[in-house]
Structures are given as structure tokens and as C-alpha cells.
């Protein structure tokens, strides 16, 4: 099916302006979208005009109250939740652990799903809870979809970098590495980052554009073995396409 550019370019500029910490210029929001900067104002204008993005002077442009709209509208009808729902109560009853299933708010994670499987140890992640996203599988797996820009914009320095006294990564050029790893295997691993004692892998759920909308991932004990964490990987990897299909499914 063909696409517009001109569409595809202002989805990517929200997303850029999702996924930032605050306003951005819009040199730094055509990178991120790999337009020139004449095409990038045109866009801006036109999203300017809409109530999607407002500019503020001296800093650059940020998301308009027309987008919150959408926001508080996407909240409500939660979509994502309605679709995964029943697929990551099957993937916990297939491997035995618990699943998650969390979006990126910022350089956080929300979790927004669990499923908790009877005599599995007890998580800090339940409906509600964000943790840092540096420090977790489903954080990497969607941060690791974000283009170079959107992570200097989430982290912008090395103090903004959660620092738990665990093993993460304590530098923004180390998670740059650890996400480069990531990106090139398809999955992310955690290893007693968040729980001793708990691993969890993690895929992410991404659009038509390849922007993250969320992950699902599995906790499980740090000494289960390779084989069965193969398994359970590719239990998540068929639940993240079963959810894409059915994001995907639409009349002709």
C-alpha cells in the first residue's frame, strides 16, 4: 500500500517529541525524521496550525495540546491493552513465568499488563509501576528502536542514568553499546537488574515505521537453563507477532 511522506514525516515528528524530554529544535527533529530543514518547517507550520505541536520560543517546538487530546483519547479506548490482554495470559500459561507487557513514557517504563503465574517468585513490576528504562529488558527492547537523537534527548547527560549500585549501564556511550547489541539481535536480556535472583527477556512491539509501542518480556529464575530461556524467547517472539497482526489487521 503506498504511504504518504509527507504523513510518515509528521508521525515521526511526534514520535520524536513523544519520546524527548522537551521541546526540540527543528534542525535536531529533521534528523530524526531524515528530512531537510525547509521540509521539516513546512511540517511544523502545518502541525503548528492543527494544535499538534506549539513553538516555544528560545527552546525549539513541543507537543500542542491537540496531541494530548489524542493522549487522553488513547487512554481511554486503550487499544494496545484490549489486544494483548488475552495473548500474554496465554504466553505466561505456555512458559510457566511471569510476562509483562510495559510501553516507554519518556526514559521510563510503564507497565501496563501483568500476569503473574501461581508459585513464581513475587515482582516489584505490577500495573502502574515505572521503572528506569535503562534497567530493564522491555526498556531495552524499545529504547534500542529509537534513533540516535531521541536517545540524546532522553539522555542527555550521564546523571540522568539511574544509579541503583547494580550492574547498568553508568554512562550514556555504554547503553548506546548495550542498545546497538540489542538492535542486532531482535531481543534484550536482563540479568538480576531489577530482582536477584530474576532474569527477564524482552521484545518490542513496533509500528508500521519501526517506532516502539511497546514490549513484552518474561521474568524468570537467573539459573533456568539456556535451553529453556530459547524457548521462552521465541514463546515472547510469537506473541509480539501475534499482537502485530492484530494491530495490523484493517479493511482493505
Same mark, same amino acid.
Given at each position: 500500500m503506498d504511504t504518504s511522506p509527507a504523513v510518515a514525516h509528521a508521525l515521526g515528528i511526534l514520535g520524536a517529541l513523544a519520546a524527548g524530554a522537551g521541546p526540540q529544535s527543528a534542525a535536531a527533529l529533521g534528523r530524526a525524521v531524515g528530512v531537510p530543514r525547509s521540509t521539516t518547517y513546512r511540517i511544523l507550520t502545518t502541525m503548528t496550525d492543527s494544535g499538534y505541536v506549539v513553538h516555544v520560543p528560545g527552546a525549539g517546538y513541543a507537543l500542542g495540546p491537540a496531541a494530548r487530546e489524542l493522549a487522553w483519547a488513547y487512554q481511554r *479506548?486503550?487499544?494496545l491493552q &484490549? +489486544?494483548?490482554g488475552?495473548?500474554?495470559s496465554e504466553l505466561a500459561d505456555r512458559v510457566?513465568?511471569?510476562?509483562?507487557?510495559?510501553?516507554? *513514557?519518556?526514559?521510563d517504563v510503564l507497565y501496563v499488563i501483568e500476569e503473574r503465574v501461581k508459585g513464581r517468585p513475587w515482582l516489584v513490576t505490577d500495573v502502574g509501576v515505572r521503572l528506569p528504562a535503562e534497567l530493564t529488558a522491555s526498556g531495552h527492547a524499545m529504547l534500542a528502536h529509537l534513533s540516535s537523537a531521541q536517545i540524546s534527548a532522553l539522555y542527555p547527560a550521564k546523571n540522568v542514568l539511574a544509579d541503583r549500585g547494580t550492574d547498568g549501564p553508568t554512562t550514556v556511550s555504554q547503553l548506546r553499546r548495550r542498545l546497538a547489541y540489542v538492535r542486532a539481535a531482535g531481543f534484550a536480556t536482563e540479568s538480576q537488574l531489577v530482582t536477584a535472583?530474576?532474569?527477564s527477556v524482552a521484545v518490542a512491539v513496533v509500528d508500521r515505521v519501526g517506532h516502539p509501542l511497546a514490549a513484552v518480556a518474561v521474568t524468570y529464575p537467573t539459573q533456568t537453563p539456556q535451553a529453556?530461556?530459547? *524457548?521462552?524467547?521465541? &514463546? +515472547?517472539?510469537?506473541? +509480539?507477532?501475534a499482537i502485530g497482526a492484530r494491530l495490523d489487521r484493517r479493511p482493505a
Amino acid at each position: 500500500m503506498d504511504t504518504s511522506p509527507a504523513v510518515a514525516h509528521a508521525l515521526g515528528i511526534l514520535g520524536a517529541l513523544a519520546a524527548g524530554a522537551g521541546p526540540q529544535s527543528a534542525a535536531a527533529l529533521g534528523r530524526a525524521v531524515g528530512v531537510p530543514r525547509s521540509t521539516t518547517y513546512r511540517i511544523l507550520t502545518t502541525m503548528t496550525d492543527s494544535g499538534y505541536v506549539v513553538h516555544v520560543p528560545g527552546a525549539g517546538y513541543a507537543l500542542g495540546p491537540a496531541a494530548r487530546e489524542l493522549a487522553w483519547a488513547y487512554q481511554r *479506548q486503550a487499544p494496545l491493552q &484490549r +489486544v494483548a490482554g488475552p495473548l500474554l495470559s496465554e504466553l505466561a500459561d505456555r512458559v510457566g513465568h511471569n510476562a509483562h507487557f510495559s510501553m516507554l *513514557q519518556g526514559n521510563d517504563v510503564l507497565y501496563v499488563i501483568e500476569e503473574r503465574v501461581k508459585g513464581r517468585p513475587w515482582l516489584v513490576t505490577d500495573v502502574g509501576v515505572r521503572l528506569p528504562a535503562e534497567l530493564t529488558a522491555s526498556g531495552h527492547a524499545m529504547l534500542a528502536h529509537l534513533s540516535s537523537a531521541q536517545i540524546s534527548a532522553l539522555y542527555p547527560a550521564k546523571n540522568v542514568l539511574a544509579d541503583r549500585g547494580t550492574d547498568g549501564p553508568t554512562t550514556v556511550s555504554q547503553l548506546r553499546r548495550r542498545l546497538a547489541y540489542v538492535r542486532a539481535a531482535g531481543f534484550a536480556t536482563e540479568s538480576q537488574l531489577v530482582t536477584a535472583g530474576l532474569d527477564s527477556v524482552a521484545v518490542a512491539v513496533v509500528d508500521r515505521v519501526g517506532h516502539p509501542l511497546a514490549a513484552v518480556a518474561v521474568t524468570y529464575p537467573t539459573q533456568t537453563p539456556q535451553a529453556e530461556v530459547a *524457548q521462552i524467547l521465541e &514463546r +515472547v517472539r510469537r506473541t +509480539v507477532a501475534a499482537i502485530g497482526a492484530r494491530l495490523d489487521r484493517r479493511p482493505a
